[in-house]
Antibody, heavy 118, light 108 residues
């Protein structure tokens, strides 16, 4: 069964860049889309974007100007960069696998809390 | 963007009771491209239902999904203690993929 694990700093200063990595284990990163989804404290879920193993990306228009998702197939990892962060970007960030054919998410990481504060 | 509105916000029920959760979309969700997830405190969401009515692998048959167009329902036929959680719907008919704000099923 595929497992995903997020890693990265838990605290980021305002206006800086948030950087997270998701490591995929017990399965290959190839042939799937890999996504980032976030959940602000006490709020619902927000899809950030996803990347195909070949490098094609698709972003939520609401975040597109600030987001970059990249993939490293040699390490079975993909990454998120969100720049110019504010307190509104404080959230639990999840990485997840998009289903092979459809745009729902069948495997998720445990999530990592990122707080934006000075 | 398709906005999903879930109701009620909180459902207070006892174990063994039936739970009925609603998800209404701001426009038609074509091909019934709607999923349901369960989230327990401190845990990642877990896929329950896809295609509006198809149970994901390993999901008990007390969970069922129905609906089409703009109105969808998740039903838990008899609540087990482990079913008390927050439930989210998600549409994947049109990008950006969006989630509802969630329904909390709590013990009465």
């Amino acid at each position: 069964q595929v497992q995903l694990q997020e890693s990265g700093p838990g605290l980021v200063e305002p206006s800086e860049t948030l950087s997270l990595t998701c490591t995929v284990s017990s399965g290959s990163i190839t042939s799937y889309y890999w996504s980032w989804i976030r959940q602000a404290p006490g709020k619902g879920l927000e899809w950030i974007g996803y990347i195909y193993y070949s490098g094609s990306t698709y972003y939520n228009p609401s975040l597109k100007s600030r987001v970059t998702i990249s993939v490293d197939t040699s390490k079975n990892q993909f990454s998120l960069q969100l720049n110019s962060v504010t307190a509104a970007d404080t959230a639990v960030y999840y990485c997840a696998r998009r289903h092979y054919y459809y745009d729902y998410f069948d495997y998720w990481g445990q999530g990592t809390l990122v707080t934006v504060s000075s | 963007e398709i906005v999903l509105t879930q109701s009620p916000g909180t459902l207070s029920l006892s174990p063994g009771e039936r739970a009925t959760l609603s998800c209404r979309a701001s426009q038609t969700v074509s091909s019934r491209y709607l999923a349901w997830y369960q989230q327990k405190p401190g845990q990642a969401p877990r896929l329950l239902i896809y295609g509006a009515s198809n149970r994901a692998t390993g999901i008990p048959d007390r969970f069922s999904g129905s609906g089409s167009g703009t109105d969808f329902t998740l039903t838990i036929s008899r609540l087990e203690p482990e079913d008390f959680a927050v439930y989210y719907c998600q549409q994947y008919a049109g990008s950006p993929w969006t989630f509802g704000q969630g329904t909390k099923v709590e013990i009465k």
